[in-house]
C-alpha cells in the first residue's frame, strides 16, 4: 500500500526558511518521480517541483526558481523540499506526490504559513 507522509510545515516569517519532507513506502521509491506541490485558501493545486528518481533532474515552477530546492534520499525513502526566502505568498498546504502503476497518490499535506 503506497503512503506519503509528509512533515516540517510551520510558522516562518517572511524571508525565513523550511525543510519539507516526505516519507514514502509501499513501492521501490527509486523508481519513480516525486513532486511537491501546494494548495493556497480559495486557489488551485499547483506544481511545486519534480525530481526524478534517481535525482539527477529536477524541474520547478518559475515562481519557485532560485528559491526552493527538491531533493530525495533513496536509502530513506524520502524527499524533501528546502524553502528559502520564503514569502507571504508561499502560504499554503503543501503535498508529496507519487503517480504509481498509472494511480496517482497524495499524501495529507503540510500547512506552510508565511507571516510576520
Known amino acids: 500500500q503506497v503512503q506519503l507522509v509528509e512533515s516540517g510545515g510551520g510558522l516562518v516569517q517572511p524571508g525565513g526558511s523550511l525543510r519539507l519532507s516526505c516519507a514514502a513506502s509501499?513501492?521501490?521509491?527509486?523508481?519513480?518521480?516525486m513532486s511537491w506541490y501546494r494548495q493556497a485558501p480559495g486557489k488551485e493545486r499547483e506544481l511545486v517541483a519534480t525530481?526524478?528518481?534517481?535525482?539527477?533532474?529536477?524541474n520547478y515552477a518559475d515562481s519557485m526558481k532560485g528559491r526552493f530546492t527538491i531533493s530525495r534520499d533513496n536509502a530513506k525513502n524520502t524527499v524533501y523540499l528546502q524553502m528559502n526566502s520564503l514569502k507571504p505568498e508561499d502560504t499554503a498546504v503543501y503535498y508529496c506526490?507519487?503517480?504509481?502503476?498509472?494511480?496517482?497518490?497524495w499524501g495529507q499535506g503540510t500547512q506552510v504559513t508565511v507571516s510576520s
Open positions: 506526490n507519487a503517480i504509481v502503476r498509472f494511480h496517482d497518490y
Open positions: 525530481i526524478t528518481g534517481l535525482g539527477g533532474s529536477t
Open positions: 509501499g513501492f521501490t521509491f527509486s523508481s519513480y518521480v
